[in-house]
């Protein structure tokens, strides 16, 4: 996912020109305006951008989700996205609003069926030693059984929407790709690790999607430069031990000018 990226300034300057320039997607353009559900856990529902909606699931309108469907003025919108959301939880719970008549679907979800927040519960607290070993176990589930999941709920979502497009999205590195030492807790070892550890669960995620005919969206490029302790404002949250769970989620601007940018890149 590092291999091949944009030079920091030109992949900010395209994300946000992507947001800028976007007022309705080529899909509704075309087709008249679409009938949208946005599934999946806490990177689409929009833990820690604030506002809450709809508290349980910390749901907001700063999320990519609510942005994208103000932007094209979409003829329904179905935001069912909670945080906390594992595939099985979206199988469960998230696929009541689908039908024949749905034409986009979003979705983030993986990085709950690995237990990658307890991971990275520990790297913030433990050692570099620790933190691999956590990891480990984490991208150990995501190389092993997280595909067979995905592919469960990818069919279970084209079943009951035939018809829709289905954009699968994955999720962004939190540091730089070369630490300046510590940031916030984290020691440099140890964000090199967790950089690693989403390096493989995209991976995962993109091959997934590709399997199920789904457009992955590769947001990582979005999110260059504005990693947590980069040089540039951050697009995620660092720890908060006050609200514990909203830790290292985009921020509002991650949302709009990542995730938002990288969903409209996607769609074309």
Known sequence: MRALRLPAVLAT??????VALFSAPAMASAAGPVDYV??????SSGTG??????????????????????AAKVASFSFVACGGATTSTVSTKQLGTLTAATDLVTITVGGNDIGFGNAMTTCTLQSPAA???????S??????????KLDAIYAKIKAKAPNAKLVVL?????????PKGMCGFMQAPSQVTLNNATVILNGVLAAAAARAGATYA???EDFDGHELCSTSTAFVTGINFAAIG???????????????????????
């Open 131 to 137: 933190c691999a070993t956590a990891v480990n176990k």
């Open 13 to 18: 300057a395209c994300a946000a020109a992507a």
């Open 218 to 220: 590769d947001v990582t």
């Open 170 to 178: 994955g999720y962004p590195e939190l540091y730089p790709a070369t």
């Open 38 to 43: 946005a599934l999946g856990d806490s990177y």
């Open 246 to 268: 909203s830790s290292y989620h985009p921020t509002a601007a991650g949302q709009k000018s990542g995730y938002l940018a990288g969903l409209v890149g996607a769609i074309g």
């Open 49 to 70: 951008a604030g506002a809450y909606t709809n508290s349980s699931c910390q749901r907001t309108n700063a999320a990519y989700p609510a942005l994208y469907a103000s």
């Open 139 to 148: 991208t150990a589930t995501a190389t092993k059984s997280l595909p067979a």
